[in-house]
């Protein structure tokens, strides 16, 4: 629900917040490639910005931001504060982000996969 006001946005919880309280959240089409570069490439690095962004795609926060956001490059740090600013801050706007990082580094299918086989394995013990 949005205020006829441009000054003014509603909040899923109808708070109103004062547009000059909410900060400048600039997630741009760079910082989406660089995350999704950066998945690809299978290493220490893409497995924590993978496991970041599951964890904000599925709403379960079991991420310790402490360890997830340790030793990226310049670049790469970059991109994941600025998705997680535009995630704390405008959280329906990021999921369209989060979305495409998702589908377009394949992290997506293998949730899909894992989830299939999870259920799989349930299916079978309750035989």
């Known amino acids: 629900m949005i205020s006829d006001k441009p000054e003014t946005r509603v909040i ?13 959240v600039r997630l741009e089409e760079h910082h989406v490639r660089q995350l999704v570069e950066v998945i690809i490439r299978d290493s220490s690095s ?3 910005i993978a496991k970041m962004c599951r964890s904000l795609w599925n709403a379960s926060y079991k991420i310790g931001l402490s360890d997830q956001l340790f030793g990226f490059d310049t670049a790469t740090g970059e991109a994941v504060i600025e998705l997680l600013r535009t ?16 589908l377009e580094s394949g992290e997506m299918a293998r949730m899909d ?3 299939a086989r999870k259920r799989a ?7």
């Open 113 to 115: 996969a894992e989830y």
């Open 121 to 127: 394995k349930q299916q079978r013990r309750r035989k």
């Open 87 to 102: 995630y704390m801050y405008t959280r329906f706007d990021c999921e369209v982000y989060l979305r495409k990082i998702l």
């Open 46 to 48: 893409s497995r924590r």
């Open 12 to 24: 899923a919880d109808d708070s109103i917040y004062h547009a000059s309280y909410l900060p400048q």
